[in-house]
């Protein structure tokens, strides 16, 4: 993610990771398959796939730290990342698993589904930031705005006015990033890059606070598509 002016950058993580040995023997985990086991009881299985889990996390997310100091280090810009756990599609427990790490903001993509997650984290993790990622559908704002702290995937100006007639309602103000098709492809919501009037239009709607603005790149191995788009983004703000 990108953002203008002196904006935080913002980082995702994602769970899963690929198939890989383990050090006790017959044990694999990976993306689909959480182990094959030789020799061991169902409790031990479990008991073993939950150190697998909380090990392997704590190895890759500090693996991804060391990047993000380094990526700090040779940029110019001298922004700081903030690193956000995206656990959608994932239970409750991946929230806890992360938090006992030290990351604290989340991103969700569906209302309904992080409300009952974000229920039984507001009592034994209240300082949990809470951010909706996805595709924010009209008649879902006003859930939204009541159970999220950020909206990272404002797509157009009329959704940012009903963002904030909502936020109105709730006596909130809330913080959103600005969702930029960059990328041109017709399958993606966003403002166009050439929409520059829509978008300074954005930083006047009342009870909101544009933070920065988003994009995702093209799923391609091509690393100059991908890097021209993040390139055109820095050249909006």
Known sequence: RDSPRNFNTIFRIHF?????????????????EWEKTLRLPLRSQRR?????????????????????????????????VKVVAVTKTKPFKHIVDVY???????????VNDAIKKFESSSENMPDVEKRFIGHLQSNKTKK????????????????LKKVSKECEKAKKKIEVLLEINTSGETQKKGFSAEDINEILQC?????????????MAPFTKDEKKIRSCFSLLRNIK
């Open 100 to 110: 006992q790490l030290g990351i604290t903001s989340i991103g969700e993509n569906r």
């Open 203 to 215: 930083f006047e709607i009342q009870n909101v606070q544009v933070v920065g603005l988003m994009t």
């Open 48 to 80: 073993l796939r939950k150190r697998i889990i909380n090990t392997n996390l704590k190895e890759r997310l500090g693996a991804v730290t060391e990047k993000i100091k380094s990526a700090e280090k040779r940029s110019p810009f001298g922004n700081k």
């Open 16 to 32: 899963g990771s690929r198939l890989v040995p383990w050090k006790y023997p017959g044990i694999w985990h990976g993306d689909r």
């Open 144 to 159: 939204c705005v009541n159970a999220f702290d950020t909206i990272d995937s404002i797509h157009s100006l009329k959704l």
